[in-house]
């Protein structure tokens, strides 16, 4: 069973902070997403990153896959209150019926207070 | 999300009913996908479809659940008879191979 632990659960900072969030893993994935959920809604695709050692930003928001493609982290620089949320990794896997399986992360829940 | 939705968005049912949760995809796409969502056990994969073809089931939980999808435009998830610890959020998502949009999901209570 392949597991993606993320760290921290849980976040809270001020406007302006930075921070990392960190999804690691045992397993290697083929290719490894990151959504936004909010209250009351389903989570929204950031970005997937399928190539080991892969770099992908989205404005504030900058997407790294370790080399190994087994871990990944997000890193936001100048936090706003609009980012708040619950951010979750998932990684996929390949081939047959596993083709279309991701194993979510438990998600960190991000506060940033004004 | 307007690639999918979901209905109802809320049911409040007492257990033993059959509840019924559907899903209308509106974007274009080739496979669906049924997740729940709790606080203990985060995001899990149901089961999910792909040409309208079950691919993988072994998500399900037991024999009380059942999905079907009849066409492209349509798929439900039954569940019958329903229990208090089949409370969750049920997420429908949509993608070229993996999920790609969500729908808002329904949030099952059974009392």
């Known amino acids: 069973t392949q597991l993606l632990e993320q760290s921290p659960q849980f976040l809270s900072i001020q406007e302006g902070e930075n921070l990392t969030v960190y999804c690691n893993s045992s397993?290697?994935?083929?290719?490894l997403q990151w959504y936004r959920q909010e209250p009351g809604e389903g989570p929204v695709l950031l970005v997937t990153v399928v190539t080991g050692g892969e770099v992908k930003k989205l404005k504030r928001l900058t997407f790294q896959f370790g080399d190994a493609r087994k871990d990944s982290s997000l890193h936001i620089t100048a936090a706003q209150p609009g980012d708040t949320g619950l951010y979750l990794c998932a990684g996929g896997s390949a081939g047959g019926t596993s083709y279309g399986k991701l194993t979510f992360g438990q998600g960190t829940i991000l506060t940033v207070h004004p | 999300d307007a690639g999918v939705i979901q209905s109802p968005r809320h049911e409040v049912t007492e257990m033993g009913q059959e509840v019924t949760l559907r899903c209308k995809p509106i974007?274009?796409?080739?496979?669906l996908f049924w997740y729940r969502q709790t606080m203990m056990r985060g995001l899990e994969l149901l089961i999910y479809f792909n040409n309208n073809v079950p691919i993988d089931d072994s998500g399900m939980p037991e024999d009380r659940f059942s999905a079907k999808m009849p066409n492209a435009s349509f798929s439900t998830l039954k569940i019958q008879p329903s229990e208090p610890r089949d409370s969750a959020v049920y997420f429908c998502?949509?993608?070229?191979?993996?999920?790609?949009?969500f729908g808002d999901g329904t949030r099952l209570s059974i009392l």
């Open positions: 397993s290697v994935f083929s290719s």
């Open positions: 998502a949509i993608g070229l191979h993996q999920p790609q949009h």
């Open positions: 974007s274009g796409h080739n496979s």
